[in-house]
């Protein structure tokens, strides 16, 4: 079995992505920046978006937090995205979800240039996405999707499972592991809540992607024996013995999964940290106006 070290690959990448953010400005190019407009006080949406801007930093990005208190109304946050559409001094922007109930989060993600839209959410993004043309890629399936690519592990002709069809992992998973490409090429099925034999459909998997937000759903018996298992559960359990009080925990029981597969993410340090990588990945192509 072998760990899929998440953390270090970014770590990776991150050096990439500094090294060709020098050679732009060296050769008096503009440093790629990013904005991240962040509603309200989230636990989840503060940590996430300080480790973004966090990353910025590595990557040598500039970056701009704008920060709004949650009874910020629909028109002033999309004045704002409009402000930020029409700076030319900002490559791409994201907008933290989830946003408080009375704003639309559809409404604000059509708002925004499909060209600064680093998260990929835009319809534009998505549907140019699912024929195969340059779009911004949602983070987390590009995260995995580069996962196993840098471990060269094999899809083309596999049967890969996805437990989960939520818009920003689901879906554009699907996509991806689909089209006729390396990583891709594979046989993909999604599961979901009405799925019907979803535990005979994750025993057939070669690959099976966990994202349904359960945390220790996937258990031992549902695993092909030399199965790739990839873990994309965050979900916070209460933990009295955690200073933060709460574990991150991951939709497979690692410990009874993990002797099983061939090749398998830990949670924390698998998928998480190439999410914001992936970001930081898209970032560089909006700087370098890429998709257009
Ligand atoms: N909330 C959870 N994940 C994401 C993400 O990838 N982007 C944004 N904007 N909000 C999120």
Do not use: W
């Not at 992505?17 to 920046?33: F, S």
Request: glycine content about 8%; overall charge neutral.
């Amino acid at each position: 079995m072998t760990l899929i070290d998440g953390k270090a690959v970014s770590e990776q990448v991150k050096k990439e992505i500094a090294a060709e953010v020098a050679d732009i400005v060296a050769k008096g190019g503009k440093r790629p920046h990013l904005a991240a407009i962040l509603v309200g006080h989230d636990g989840g949406s503060e940590t996430y978006v300080a480790a973004k801007v966090k990353a910025c930093e590595v990557c040598g990005f500039k970056s701009t937090l704008i920060r709004y208190e949650s009874d910020v109304t629909e028109e002033e946050l999309l004045a704002k995205v409009r402000e930020l559409n029409a700076d030319a001094d900002v490559d791409g922007f994201i907008v933290q979800l989830p946003l408080p109930p009375h704003i639309s989060e559809q409404k604000v993600i059509e708002t925004i240039d499909y060209r600064k839209d680093v998260d990929g959410f835009h319809p534009i993004n998505v549907g140019r996405l699912s024929i195969g043309l340059p779009c911004y890629i949602s983070a987390t399936p590009n995260g995995i999707m580069e996962l196993l690519r840098r471990y060269q592990i094999d899809t083309r002709g596999k049967k890969c499972v996805i437990l989960g069809r939520s818009n920003i992992v689901g879906k554009p998973m699907a996509m991806l592991m689909m089209q006729k490409a390396v990583p891709g090429d594979a046989t993909v099925t999604v599961c979901h809540s009405r799925s019907k034999d979803l535990v005979r459909e994750c025993q057939e998997a070669d690959i099976l992607i966990a994202a349904m937000g359960q945390p220790n759903f996937v258990k031992a018996d549902m695993v092909k024996e030399g199965a790739v298992v990839i873990d994309v559960g965050t979900t916070r359990v209460p933990d009295a013995f955690k200073k933060s009080g709460f574990k991150l925990t991951g939709d497979v029981k690692f410990d009874e999964v993990a002797p099983k597969c061939s090749y398998i993410t830990p949670v924390p340090g698998g998928v998480g940290p190439m999410t914001i990588v992936s970001l930081m990945k898209n970032t560089l192509l909006a700087g370098k106006k890429a998709i257009y």
